[in-house]
């Protein structure tokens, strides 16, 4: 099996995923510093490995791991040693550490949000607004970034006074390109700032989940402060990034699909389509590290061997042409059915998903509605991926705003 080395650089990621698809269901890769792992490339196989109970996520398994193979300092040990949450355990361990995650965050509590995330929208919109006419903006900065950082900091009892801190530190813990110098020292800045934040919530409470986690813990539900501050941190990170990810390939997407943009504007398509196509066909998670495999087990015709690692490669898997037929690699904003996995399948199932789909939305059709006129400021193929092997990230978006609607020329 010809072993494929990951692009530190994420300089062709549809070039990449095909090159994965085209390996076989299950292909060796080699992660940026040289780590080896298997992935997972087709839909049907991820699914049952996402709920197979052989597949696991403590990292002890890893025979890697055992044999000392992983330095401390590797860019990717946040992703694949982030400490003890719901995302490293399985079993009554992992449902205990999920429930009152979850519990937060069902789609009718997440409704309950609505309200505020609407007023954040249209306060991003007025600032869109009032930028210099005719000037190129930076739509992720400007409105993809700030709206879901504020909704999942109001939701979690965040200081906004700490964004700054936490934009520079999440920037290092999901890129390849952090020196190896930097990376233990990052991950003790985010420790740090992260065990501040639960220390001011206990003793400051307020009507946020850090602070229902704290009380949680303190009634009887035995969560340690390790996993109070890894679970905020998990939510945090995982809580906006996706996000910033699917507005902006939302954005990306009608730009370059000129006729299905003018569909969606004109109300013949609807915006439910458009997020789900744009999470299947340039989902905002390229790569999920990690779990291991405690025995060998069949896939296709392979074999993920024992001890071994796996990845979930979900911009691979997301234009499968054995779930989506051979229309897979085209973007189709009225495909149905369309029963992708960018969230996830099985019990590690993004407990989030209602609310980054309840953000985008609200975000995209009033983003539209005030600035129909919204096109790319430059062409597609300059658009640029951070260096992040695990995110679909851009490093900007710049746009051109148009007039907005009701306004003079």
């Not at 504020?150 to 390109?177: C, W, Y």
Request: glycine share 8%; proline share 7%.
């Amino acid at each position: 099996m010809t072993r494929i080395a990951l692009d530190p650089f994420v300089r062709d990621l549809d070039g990449e995923s095909a090159a994965l698809r085209a390996a076989g269901p299950l292909a060796e890769v080699e992660l940026p510093g040289g780590v080896h792992v298997y992935a997972v490339t087709r839909h049907a196989e991820a699914r049952a490995l996402l709920t197979d109970s052989r597949v696991v996520k403590d990292i002890n398994v890893w025979n890697a791991w055992q044999r000392g193979e992983i330095p401390m300092d590797w860019p990717l040990i946040g992703l694949a040693n982030p400490g003890r949450s719901m995302l490293t355990v399985d079993g009554a361990d992992h449902r205990r550490l999920r429930t009152l995650v979850a519990q937060a965050l069902t789609v009718k509590r997440v409704e309950r949000l609505r309200e505020g995330i609407e007023a954040l929208t249209n306060a991003s919109l007025e600032k869109l607004a009032a930028l210099p006419a005719g000037a190129p903006v930076d739509l992720k900065a400007e409105f993809a970034y700030p709206l879901p950082m504020n909704v999942i900091s109001e939701l979690m009892g965040v200081d906004a006074a700490d964004h700054p801190r936490l934009k520079e530190l999440f920037e290092k813990f999901f890129s390849t390109q952090t020196p190896p110098e930097e990376v233990p020292q990052m991950m003790a800045d985010l420790g740090t700032l992260f065990t501040k934040i639960v220390d001011s919530k206990r003793a400051n409470p307020g009507d946020d989940l850090t602070s229902a986690l704290i009380a949680a813990s303190e009634d009887g539900d035995h969560l340690s402060d390790e996993e109070i501050v890894n679970t905020l941190q998990l939510i945090i990170a995982a809580g906006h990034e996706t996000t910033i990810s699917l507005i902006v390939n939302v954005v990306e997407a009608l730009a370059t699909h000129p006729e299905q943009r003018r569909k969606v504007l004109d109300g013949e398509i609807g915006w439910d389509g458009v997020i789900e196509e744009t999470l299947r066909w340039n989902t905002p998670t390229s790569h999920v590290l990690i779990r291991f495999a405690t025995e060998d087990i069949e896939v296709g015709d392979r074999i993920l061997p024992k001890g071994e690692g796996l990845i979930v490669s979900f911009g691979a898997l997301g234009r499968d042409e054995e779930q989506y037929g051979p229309t897979a690699g085209e973007f189709d904003a009225t495909r149905t059915p369309n029963r992708h996995i960018a969230f996830g399948h099985g019990p590690h199932i993004c407990p989030g998903a209602a609310l980054s789909r309840l953000e985008a939305g609200i975000a995209l059709p009033a983003l539209y509605e005030r600035f129909p006129e919204l096109d790319l400021a430059v062409p597609a193929t300059e658009l640029r991926n951070k260096p992040i092997v695990t995110q679909n990230d851009l490093h900007e978006l710049p746009v051109e705003l148009g007039c907005p609607f009701g306004h003079d020329a």
